[in-house]
């Protein structure tokens, strides 16, 4: 999904952001997104991507009332085969804010385990296998820092790649959090 290592054949390595003329992996990878003619971002921890740009497009004419990030992953050795992720910011939050976040994700788990999943419960982004050095917590805060102090967001992760976990299963848990989420913020 990176592209390929130039040197190791492997998976090329994840960044926020490169261009061609400090880098090049042997195939670019899907995950990355051409912002213009030499650099590349990956979208979720990029604040020039065209995500990102789309997002502060439609909050300034409409205000989102919350943002539910929808992500897939391949749990690799996990007994789990999806989870919600709290900001990262969460500590730092609002007190209602923070409860408003908390009542939310633990309405869309409790629904989850309806559809018998093994839903890993609310954790903190730094509890995920990719975000536990600095440079990645860094990427994160400066493109989601702003947006997560003044509007409820998580982050849906669902297992891909597995057996454990087929497509019709993740289209269900992926609609199921959707639609938890619409009904929970039409309630309150």
């Known amino acids: 999904m990176r592209g390929v290592d130039p040197v190791s054949g492997g998976m090329w390595q994840r960044v926020a952001r490169w261009s061609l003329h400090d880098q090049s992996p042997l195939r670019r990878g899907i995950v990355y997104e051409q912002i213009n003619q030499h650099e590349f971002v990956e ?20 205000q989102f009332d919350v943002f539910l990030d929808l992500h897939q992953s391949e749990f690799v050795e996990s007994d789990r085969n999806c989870m919600l992720l709290l900001p990262l910011a969460f500590p730092t939050l609002a007190d209602e804010l923070q409860m408003r976040i908390t ?41 989601w820092g702003e947006i997560d102090q003044h509007i409820p967001r998580l982050t849906v992760e ?31």
């Open 43 to 62: 979208p979720n921890r990029d604040p020039e991507s065209s995500l990102m740009r789309l997002y502060r497009d439609l909050d300034s004419r409409d």
């Open 103 to 143: 009542a939310w994700g633990r309405d869309i788990i409790e629904h989850w385990h309806t559809l018998r999943t093994m839903a890993r419960p609310l954790a903190d982004p730094r509890a995920f296998p990719y975000s536990d050095d600095e440079r990645t917590i860094a990427w994160f805060r400066a493109t």
């Open 158 to 188: 669902i297992q891909n790649n597995s057996p454990r976990t087929p497509p019709h299963h993740q289209r269900a848990l992926m609609e199921s959090a959707i639609w938890r989420t619409l009904i929970y913020h039409a309630e309150i």
